[in-house]
């Protein structure tokens, strides 16, 4: 009975089985990425990444090119556009990235605005298809993971003393700004093959909730990515089942299981402040 | 060849000088002090040595060549590390990064990288916080985790920036006796302090103000008018705390910040 509920959806139905992988790749991405956005405080520039591929998506959806290309595109556009102002603007960096992503929303939803399923398509964009992964985007997903993992593996030590101090990676023969590009870059992977399962507005979520969740409790960087990766994946797993018992939106239902899961954390530490003392991370 | 040497040397931040015409040879085995207030120059001289801040003008070679070009050769200690507070580290990891440099990305770290870390820690008494994570220290024990860093690295020229801040008596002795040990086996050290005893237990000092006020060995440096152009003022210690004995009239141009 219980295995009937939690276990049949993904038996009985293929499209919600490759959800399901499509998920725990999305979630091993989001995992690895997530952990050095939290740790060197790039939230924002994330979530501007995220954004910024609207347009690009939008752009390709009218030409009839693939969404993938078009994300691609965009958050290449936006890294260029984030790196311009990190160093010419005098205006804190936040306010103009700010202003960057809400252009670059507006833009999407004016561009999306002149194809004919105006709404529908950007639901789509924004909160992603889950349920309509196909085999081919799989291999896809499964390739840029395998991507991220293998850089963020390569680049570990600079990753790790960019996030401990950028001055360590500099004296270490570890040039702090070509790592951050290779970060950025990493980033805006993360989202463009994110984007189709949670959408660009929750793949921010997903990027950033299973890495707090984990910062919480993890003493190694190690520990907060695989934890992170785990916590991620049983969001996918508890958003989908969700979804298909009570009729929700599935993206939304996996955003709201992986947030639930970091303040469910957090309300536990605040609870238990001895144990967090032994294991925090903050 | 000398571990650091600098002719007609400007430093200073985006091509604006905070101290000019700096030059000075540090030997190998050799201790130089940096001393001055807050703002005084003594961070952007050391971070200019470290390759960190490019000099503005004139020479500077360190360890034969242009700075960062050695980097498993020098290790740099900054005052203060803003953003590792929250990172999900334990001491010995710290520790262990110092040996990242000789090895680039790709290679492995070895038993002797291991015996280097255990050694950094026993000698600045934090092995038994290895497994401690960072968060969970003192600001004192921090320190003393980040010297560790320092001193793990085995380098040829040693970079410190107000290095026994925050160190109780204790923990100052253990550091002073390691800068020896590191020095006798002929490591250069370059300490930046506002601590006149520190200064004055090392081999040369350079008192800056914006300015070199005055650079030799510290014996003939650290006189009472030299430290009255660096720090404004000179007090001593006297029952009950410190009596400020002289004051540079009208002084007011060595606590600017940048």
Redesign the interface.
């Known amino acids: 009975m219980i295995q009937d509920w939690l276990l049949t959806p993904f038996t009985a139905n293929a499209f919600l089985l490759n959800a399901l992988l499509a998920g725990v790749l999305v979630s091993i991405a989001c995992g690895i990425i997530g952990t050095f956005v939290v740790?060197?405080?790039l939230a924002f520039i994330g979530d501007a990444l995220a954004h910024g591929v609207l347009p690009g998506v939008a752009v390709a959806m009218l030409l009839g090119l693939p969404g993938m290309v078009g994300a691609a595109v965009g958050a290449l556009a936006m890294i260029f556009g984030i790196g311009f102002i990190t160093r010419r603007s005098n205006l804190s960096s936040d306010t103009a990235i700010g202003l960057l992503f809400v252009g670059m929303l507006a833009l999407g939803v004016a561009i999306v605005s002149r194809s004919q399923a105006f709404s529908g398509d950007l639901v789509r964009i924004l909160f992603g298809e889950i349920l309509g992964i196909r085999a081919s985007e799989l291999a896809i997903q499964l390739a840029a993971t395998l991507v991220i993992a293998i850089l963020a593996r390569?680049?570990y030590?600079?990753f790790?003393?960019l996030?401990?101090?950028p001055?360590?990676a500099?004296?270490?023969?570890?040039p702090p700004r070509r790592y951050h590009a290779v970060m950025l870059g990493l980033i805006a992977l993360t989202v463009v093959v994110s984007f189709r399962t949670v959408g660009t507005l929750l793949v921010f979520g997903m990027l950033l909730a299973p890495a707090a969740s984990a910062?919480l409790f993890?003493?190694?960087?190690t520990?907060?990515i695989l934890s992170a990766s785990g916590i991620g994946t049983f969001s996918v797993y508890a958003g989908l089942l969700a979804s298909y018992h009570f009729n929700i939106a599935a993206g939304a239902a996996i955003t709201l299981a992986a947030s639930a899961i970091f303040f469910i954390l957090l309300s536990a530490r605040q609870l238990f402040p001895r144990d967090a003392?032994?294991?925090?991370?903050? | 060849m000398s571990a650091v040497s600098a002719s007609g040397l400007c430093v200073g931040y985006q091509g604006e000088t905070v101290v000019a015409d700096i030059g000075f040879t540090l030997e190998p085995g050799r201790v130089l002090a940096l001393v001055g207030s807050n703002g005084s120059g003594k961070t952007t001289l050391l971070?200019t040595v470290?390759?960190?801040l490019p000099p503005v003008s004139g020479a500077l070679e360190v360890l034969g060549a242009r700075p960062?070009a050695r980097?498993?050769k020098?290790?740099?200690m900054?005052q203060f590390?803003p953003?590792?507070f929250?990172?999900?580290?334990?001491a010995r990891?710290?520790v262990r990064?110092a040996r990242?440099?000789a090895h680039?990305?790709?290679g492995r770290l070895t038993a002797k990288d291991e015996r280097a870390v255990r050694e950094a820690m026993a000698v600045m008494g934090v092995l038994d916080l290895a497994e401690a994570?960072l968060?969970?220290l003192s600001g004192g024990q921090r320190q003393r985790v980040f010297l560790a860093q320092a001193f793990a690295r085995e380098a040829e020229l040693i970079l410190l920036d107000e290095p026994a801040a925050n160190l109780d008596a204790g923990a100052r002795d253990t550091y002073r006796r390691q800068l020896r040990q590191l020095t006798a086996a002929g490591r250069s050290v370059i300490v930046a302090t506002h601590d006149i005893d520190e200064a004055a237990a090392c081999d040369a000092t350079m008192l800056l103000a914006h300015r070199v006020v005055a650079y030799g060995p510290s014996a003939e440096v650290l006189t009472q008018s030299a430290l009255l152009s660096t720090f404004g003022m000179v007090g001593k210690y006297q029952e009950g705390g410190i009596v400020i004995v002289e004051r540079e009239h009208g002084h007011d141009d060595c606590g600017g910040s940048h």
């Open positions: 740790l060197r405080g390569i680049c030590r600079p790790l003393l996030c401990f101090s001055e360590q500099e004296v270490s023969g570890f910062a993890s003493r190694k960087v520990t907060m003392a032994r294991g925090a991370a903050r | 971070k470290a390759g960190l960062l980097p498993g020098v290790a740099y900054g590390h953003s590792s929250m990172l999900p580290l334990r990891d710290v990064m990242f440099a680039g990305l790709f994570p968060n969970a």
